[in-house]
């Protein structure tokens, strides 16, 4: 078994701009560099064949090249208590687009429809019993932030491996975007 999702990696120029923000909450687990990205899907455990055909169905997506930019923080949790700080991405047609062709040829593989909203975003960090009002100043502090407009020209599918340290993310296949004519 292996355990996949589908993603935009964030370019390696753009890193530090988010490393920036890796500071100011006790306890947090912050992303490590190589492994920011925007999830277009989760997919999770699969065999094998189903591996092969993920990759096929994938590779078959046409989808044009876009600019993206990130800005704007916020978080995810339930019953008071937040479990993730991210970093969001605005409306973006292209993006969108991007990550229904996704959705759509994944189900047509027979997997089950992701039933959450797709909300872009890129986390950042991960909290077990961080202080509300640590979370709270955090955001304060940060909340003007956005990175430069970049350039999506590929999207990737993942393998992670949960380690005690964290997950560990490999690309297993990149798929390129195209360029307008």
Partial sequence: MIRLFVALALPERLRPWVQGLQSGIPGARW???E???LTLRFIGNVDGRLFADIMDVLAAIRAPAFDL????LGQFGERGRVDSLWVGAGRNQP??????KVETALQRLGLEPEHRKFLPHLTVGRLKSAPAGRVAEWLAAHAGFALPPFRIDRFTLFSSYLAREGAI????????????A
Avoid: C, F, S, W
Wanted: hydrophobic share 40%; no cysteine.
């Fill in 69 to 72: 930019q990130l800005a704007g």
């Fill in 169 to 180: 993310y490999r690309a297993e296949a990149e798929y390129p975007l195209t360029e307008a």
């Fill in 31 to 33: 992303a490590v560099p």
């Fill in 95 to 100: 993006l969108d687009r991007l990550q229904g």
């Fill in 35 to 37: 492994n920011l990205h």
